[in-house]
């Protein structure tokens, strides 16, 4: 049967769900994540909107409190948020400070005296900025104190209150932050609880991830199908004989067609199919990895391939791997694959050029025309995703990452592929990058 269409209360319910989902997530996934105020672009609709109004509201205070009398409306409507601001940057055991709030910013008795033109308004916010002065972050004491020069009680108020928001926004990410690690002990639960809601809601939201899943089991299959290159060690040879039940009749199991399926998302072609649904959440964390795995793989093959060209003696030089890695790095930075061969016809002038000045410092003579050229092809051709250089260090690369996608393999010892030691560093980094989402996921 159609599935049942759903009401507007149901679609609001359900992306308040998924909101909430994300931000646990991201919390619990990111150890930088921090709320920020929302900014809009300064040609923007919104933000031209936002400046009209804010500007009126402002021009008014000013106006009023420019009277004769002053009328002190809006600034009273300012004092009561900036009391409730200051409230909440209170912990539970400011018990002294916030009964001393409450009665130096007494509105009944603040409106009273501005009925009997008797509101100081200097006095009340003299009183707010120590307050201020005391509850915010370090990183806000500048800003306070340049406060306190401000004279003009229109503009004192305008700052006062964007400061607060500043600082409202401090406790709002050091909550957060105090609340990771027990985040991190009940969000799995909750991602599973709220996961499962969703999915009762709409049932047949995983389409992607069902094909994800199809799609890693076949490759399991198909390749446990393949005779092993060598007999099992202590194996009889009943064991493969033709008459033997064969692996290929043996259905994947759930975790092998996992590590396949995660494994395959470092090799996610842009545009080639929609994410499974299941890792939208991490989706921009993963292809950051895989850009990086992509970049490292580059960079490791030009490694290889100079290595090769150029022996030991010169490769051995104090730097000289280091300064050709750093060159192909800055160069392959925030390319995506559809341009690294441009940027590799830069980097193999580079690397020329880094062999020309090395050798000639160690007293050796340049490489003949020919040489030069043969190095800067191998170097080129690197740009095609057939070579067979880039295919074994790519190989090599997975073969690594995938001991940090195995729940086996997440504290074992981990031997780095030969050939990728110029990379150890930043491939250990994206391992544990790659595993943490992957292991978060698989609970």
């Known amino acids: ?31 930088d994540f921090k709320l920020q105020a929302a900014s809009f672009s300064p040609e923007s609709l919104q933000n031209r909107v936002k400046e009209t109004l804010h500007k009126a509201f402002w021009d008014s205070l000013e106006e009023q409190l420019s009277a004769s009398p002053p009328d002190c409306t809006q600034a009273i409507q300012l004092l009561q948020e900036m009391k409730e601001a200051l409230l909440s940057l209170l912990l539970p055991w400011h018990n002294q400070l916030r009964s001393q709030i409450e009665g130096a910013l007494d509105m009944e008795l603040i409106r009273q005296e501005a009925e009997h033109g008797a509101l100081d308004i200097h006095g009340l916010t ?7 002065a005391r509850l915010c972050a370090p990183i806000r004491d500048e800003e306070v104190r340049g406060l306190q020069s401000l004279t003009d009680p229109a503009q004192l108020l305008r700052e006062i209150f ?13 909550t957060i932050q105090s609340l990771r690690t ?20 709409l049932p047949s939201s995983l389409d992607c991830t069902r094909e994800w ?27 493969h004989s033709p008459g033997a039940v064969s692996s290929s ?12 399926g995660y494994m395959n998302l470092l090799c996610w072609e842009p545009g080639q199919k929609e994410y499974p649904e299941t890792l939208f959440m991490d989706q921009a964390r993963l292809q950051d990895v895989q850009a990086q795995v992509n970049q490292l793989t580059i960079i490791a093959a030009v490694l290889l391939v100079t290595s090769g060209m150029c022996g030991s003696t010169l490769c051995g030089s104090p730097g000289f791997v280091a300064r050709l890695k750093q060159v192909t790095k800055v160069l392959l930075e925030g390319l995506s694959c559809t341009r690294y061969e441009e940027a590799l016809e830069d980097i193999s002038d580079q690397v020329l050029q880094e062999v020309s000045r090395t050798l000639s410092q160690m007293g050796y003579a340049a490489f003949a025309t020919d040489k030069c050229a043969s190095l800067k092809g191998q170097i080129k051709s690197i740009a095609d995703k057939g070579n067979a250089v880039r295919h074994v260090v790519e190989q090599r690369i997975r073969s690594f990452l995938s001991l940090f996608v195995s729940p086996d393999g997440q504290n074992s010892q981990k031997d780095l592929p030969k050939g990728l030691d110029p990379i150890q560093e930043e491939l250990l980094e994206v391992g544990r990058r790659f595993g943490s989402v992957i292991h978060h996921n698989r609970q």
């Open 1 to 31: 049967s159609p599935p049942q269409a759903l009401s507007m209360n149901e679609l609001q319910e359900i992306t308040d769900d998924i909101s909430k989902l994300t931000i646990v997530h991201e919390i619990v996934l990111n150890s």
């Open 126 to 132: 003299t009183y707010v900025l120590g307050t201020m």
């Open 162 to 174: 964007r400061v607060l928001g500043l600082m409202k926004m401090d406790m709002l990410n050091f």
């Open 182 to 201: 027990h985040l991190q002990d009940h969000t799995i639960q909750y991602e599973r609880k709220k996961f499962q809601e969703l999915l009762d809601k």
């Open 213 to 239: 899943l199809r799609k890693a089991a076949a490759e399991v299959s198909a390749s446990s199908s393949l005779p092993p290159p060598h007999p099992a060690v202590g194996g009889s040879p009943a064991a």
């Open 249 to 260: 009749t043996t259905v994947p199991s759930l975790m092998s067609v996992l590590n396949r």
